[in-house]
């Protein structure tokens, strides 16, 4: 090396194995024709850092079946490495066979018709947003369906569908369109006409909620995907042709959502109204307060959610990590502030969904007398526990004779209806005299409220009388504000409750449900031997991964068949006052219910099916 004018090689020998990494997925799969493009692989030598790759082997997207492609890399001393993808091209879903259809409720008139409808093409492996050739256009009074439409559409193709303002009144090539021109009257505010064919689609309707259900059923024709809340590639986005004609048969299609027993956010509520929306439910009956919770913001009586909304335990045997409706300071529960109300009743609205809140009374009140105890029939706060089994229903009713529980009374539904714009406000008014609290007829303030009223203390039958007179009181006082109140069955066991909606839900004889129909009232059906929806739906098996609900001390049960041969209309019900009965209802109550995938896993598919 001394040597200046000799030059020295260092020859280095290259052992290592080179490292070859896929860029993307090893296994991918993507429908016949659509375009594929590989991501390819790198490869790395720990000697000499990257090095080349060379790929062998190809992909027939016109062709079904099993494709490799293999990546190699060599370093200079000849020592390799491979990797393989394989890439399955699955084959176009052919024409789906005439008379078969995803429309969940089963349309008044369906035709199938011949060909498909393509709404875009299939997105490639990785998926990418991209906007579509398919315009949707609309009429001036169906924007907000369009954009609906556009937005759901978007989420699972990835395809940003141009919304587009038009006069047009008849198929357009290219185009969904959205319109109430040439509407047939008699569809009404809910029906609609669905006619989609190989190179357009057709949604008319006289109103937009029945535009909105031609949207709901178009999605349903396309693959399941498309609820999707992220882009799906490999998905041949299709549909069968079909006419359409629907129209429901009940104004009232509701679901009941206990949130007293178990607390669910805001969030999770959408979420149910989402899946309502999919099958055209449209009333959300929203169990607000209960012994075990109350879950609404009262400006007035801030105790009520500082109190009232957390108890100590989640209750009814289940585990702690069942649910996660717990705060800082360890308590169980929550509530809605009032945005958060109205936020839900907006999102609601914009699925053609009506909120109807439940403020329970005059009974199952735990709730408002642990914060409230003046409210009550004189007992102490201590009397008051909202953790099951130790609620005292012996001490759960209000006092109808303290002056101040009744301007409570008033005050709470103020608020409410300042929240909720829906006709029906819900006041409870179930188990007064089952809960076995007798107070009413020895409490001072309401023994001589009721002589007032001409009652006599009298066991049960004072009762009866005394609630029938506050129930009549608050209908008066919700009609005079513009609004109705609907109560449970035993709101009528003293006789029918003028300006009021009754719910029924006794099992067995629906006597007082005809009664009311018969005089005229508005009745909402939901009977809890054929609509309560946290009975067990499959047999004694399905205990093992299914929570019961216990009554008198074993599981009860409804099956998805019962559910769906329930008639809510009363076979002994007169024809002329069929058109009394709203509708049914799916009611679901929650204690054992403490998850929102608990809540899903209930209601459906009893609740479409009914």
């Known amino acids: 090396n001394s040597v200046t004018s000799q030059v020295a090689t260092l020859t280095v020998n290259d052992a290592t194995t080179p490292v070859v990494t896929f860029i993307g997925s090893t296994v991918v799969t993507v429908v016949q024709g659509a375009s594929y493009t590989d991501s390819g692989a790198t490869a790395t030598d720990p000697c000499v850092g990257s090095l080349p790759v060379t790929t062998s082997g190809s992909v027939n997207v016109n062709t079904p079946g099993t494709y490799r492609l293999v990546y190699t890399a060599t370093n200079s001393t000849g020592n390799s490495a491979c990797a393989q993808r394989i890439i399955t091209v699955t084959p176009i879903p052919g024409p789906i066979a005439a008379g078969t259809t995803n429309i969940i409720p089963l349309p008044v008139t369906l035709q199938q018709r011949a060909g498909i409808f393509t709404l875009c093409p299939s997105q490639p492996y990785p998926a990418a947003p991209a906007y579509a050739l398919m315009q949707i256009l609309v009429d001036g009074a169906s924007q907000a369906t369009g954009q609906y439409l556009a937005a759901a559409l978007f989420k699972s193709t990835g395809y940003r569908f141009q919304l587009v303002t038009s006069t047009a009144v008849n198929a357009v090539k290219g185009a969904i369109l959205i319109t109430t021109s040439n509407a047939v009257p008699t569809l009404g505010g809910e029906g609609y006409e669905l006619t989609v064919a190989p190179d357009s689609v057709v949604i008319r309707a006289p109103a937009q909620g029945g535009a909105f259900y031609g949207v709901q059923s178009l999605l349903q024709l396309l693959p399941p995907q498309i609820y999707s809340s992220r882009i799906v590639s490999g998905v041949a986005w299709v549909a069968p042709c079909v006419y359409i004609q629907d129209q429901p048969q009940f104004p009232w299609r509701g679901v009941m959502l206990d949130v007293a027993r178990h607390f669910f956010t805001k969030d999770e509520v959408k979420?149910?109204?989402?899946?309502?929306?999919?099958?055209?439910?449209?009333?959300?009956?929203?169990?607000?307060?209960?012994?075990?919770?109350?879950?609404?913001?009262?400006?007035?009586?801030?105790?009520?959610?500082?109190?009232?909304?957390?108890?100590?335990?989640?209750?009814?045997?289940?585990?702690?990590?069942?649910?996660?409706?717990?705060?800082?300071?360890?308590?169980?529960?929550?509530?809605?502030?009032?945005?958060?109300?109205?936020?839900?009743?907006?999102?609601?609205?914009?699925?053609?969904?009506?909120?109807?809140?439940?403020?329970?009374?005059?009974?199952?009140?735990?709730?408002?007398?642990?914060?409230?105890?003046?409210?009550?029939?004189?007992?102490?706060?201590?009397?008051?526990?909202?953790?099951?089994?130790?609620?005292?229903?012996?001490?759960?009713?209000?006092?109808?004779?303290?002056?101040?529980?009744?301007?409570?009374?008033?005050?709470?539904?103020?608020?409410?209806?300042?929240?909720?714009?829906?006709?029906?406000?819900?006041?409870?008014?179930?188990?007064?005299?089952?809960?076995?609290?007798?107070?009413?007829?020895?409490?001072?303030?309401?023994?001589?409220?009721?002589?007032?009223?001409?009652?006599?203390?009298?066991?049960?039958?004072?009762?009866?009388?005394?609630?029938?007179?506050?129930?009549?009181?608050?209908?008066?006082?919700?009609?005079?504000?513009?609004?109705?109140?609907?109560?449970?069955?035993?709101?009528?066991?003293?006789?029918?409750?003028?300006?009021?909606?009754?719910?029924?839900?006794?099992?067995?004889?629906?006597?007082?449900?005809?009664?009311?129909?018969?005089?005229?009232?508005?009745?909402?059906?939901?009977?809890?031997?054929?609509?309560?929806?946290?009975?067990?739906?499959?047999?004694?098996?399905?205990?093992?991964?299914?929570?019961?609900?216990?009554?008198?001390?074993?599981?009860?049960?409804?099956?998805?068949?019962?559910?769906?041969?329930?008639?809510?209309?009363?076979?002994?019900?007169?024809?002329?006052?069929?058109?009394?009965?709203?509708?049914?209802?799916?009611?679901?109550?929650?204690?054992?219910?403490?998850?929102?995938?608990?809540?899903?896993?209930?209601?459906?598919?009893?609740?479409?099916?009914?």
């Open 271 to 610: 979420q149910v109204l989402d899946a309502m929306a999919m099958h055209k439910l449209n009333t959300f009956h929203w169990h607000l307060t209960d012994d075990q919770g109350w879950r609404l913001e009262i400006t007035n009586y801030p105790n009520l959610t500082a109190v009232g909304a957390f108890r100590a335990n989640t209750d009814y045997g289940l585990p702690p990590r069942a649910a996660s409706a717990t705060n800082g300071a360890g308590s169980y529960g929550g509530y809605y502030t009032q945005a958060d109300a109205r936020e839900v009743v907006a999102y609601a609205a914009e699925r053609h969904i009506t909120v109807v809140p439940e403020i329970e009374m005059p009974c199952h009140a735990t709730s408002v007398l642990a914060s409230y105890p003046q409210f009550g029939c004189g007992n102490a706060a201590g009397f008051y526990n909202m953790d099951y089994p130790n609620i005292n229903y012996g001490v759960d009713l209000l006092s109808l004779g303290t002056p101040a529980t009744l301007a409570f009374v008033q005050d709470v539904l103020d608020e409410v209806m300042g929240i909720f714009p829906g006709k029906y406000i819900h006041c409870g008014g179930d188990e007064v005299v089952l809960s076995g609290d007798r107070q009413w007829n020895t409490y001072s303030a309401d023994v001589a409220n009721m002589a007032s009223l001409g009652i006599t203390p009298n066991g049960t039958t004072s009762l009866i009388q005394y609630q029938h007179w506050f129930s009549s009181a608050v209908a008066n006082y919700l009609q005079s504000q513009g609004r109705m109140m609907i109560g449970w069955t035993e709101m009528e066991d003293g006789g029918i409750v003028a300006n009021a909606a009754l719910m029924h839900w006794e099992p067995g004889s629906p006597s007082q449900a005809i009664a009311a129909a018969s005089a005229g009232q508005p009745v909402v059906m939901t009977p809890d031997d054929r609509c309560y929806l946290n009975y067990v739906e499959g047999d004694g098996t399905s205990l093992n991964y299914e929570p019961p609900f216990v009554v008198g001390g074993s599981p009860s049960y409804l099956s998805l068949s019962q559910a769906y041969a329930f008639n809510p209309i009363p076979a002994a019900l007169p024809w002329p006052y069929t058109t009394n009965i709203l509708g049914a209802q799916g009611t679901l109550f929650t204690e054992y219910v403490p998850s929102l995938r608990n809540v899903l896993f209930k209601l459906f598919p009893r609740a479409a099916a009914m």
